[in-house]
Nanobody
Framework: QVQLVESGGGLVQAGGSRRLSCAAS????????MGWFRQAPGKEREFVAT????????YYADSVRGRFTISRDNAKNTVYLQMSSLKPEDTAVYYC?????????????????WGQGTQVTVSS
């Protein structure tokens, strides 16, 4: 059974930092792009960042570029999202996802495995 499990969410003050982790099990995802999405209450799930299998290719949403960093440790089957200079508008449930059919995915429909999400709340 394939599982993606996020951790690291919580309450953080504006301007602070937080690191999210996503541990994959049941399948080796080292060959696939991985991504982070987020969903705020009443809003659609939106793309945050993606990283190619080698870790050398990353892409970010404009809203987080320069503040968030995605990375991966294929030996641990784990993807990370380092978030800095957090803002109240970053408050959302953050989801980890894996794409096995697309080379450079950035849209929800391109990812076929999802975690259960972890809540990040940024207080002002």
């Amino acid at each position: 059974q394939v599982q993606l499990v996020e951790s690291g969410g919580g309450l953080v003050q504006a301007g602070g930092s937080r690191r999210l982790s996503c541990a994959a099990s049941g399948r080796t995802f080292s060959s696939y792009p991985m991504g982070w999405f987020r969903q705020a209450p009443g809003k659609e799930r939106e793309f945050v960042a993606t990283i190619k299998w080698s870790g050398g290719g990353t892409y970010y949403a404009d809203s987080v570029r320069g503040r968030f960093t995605i990375s991966r440790d294929n030996a641990k089957n784990t993807v990370y999202l380092q978030m800095s200079s957090l803002k109240p508008e970053d408050t959302a449930v953050y989801y980890c996802a894996a794409a096995t059919q697309y080379y450079n995915p950035r849209h929800v429909y391109e990812f076929d495995y999802w975690g259960q999400g972890t809540q990040v709340t940024v207080s002002s």
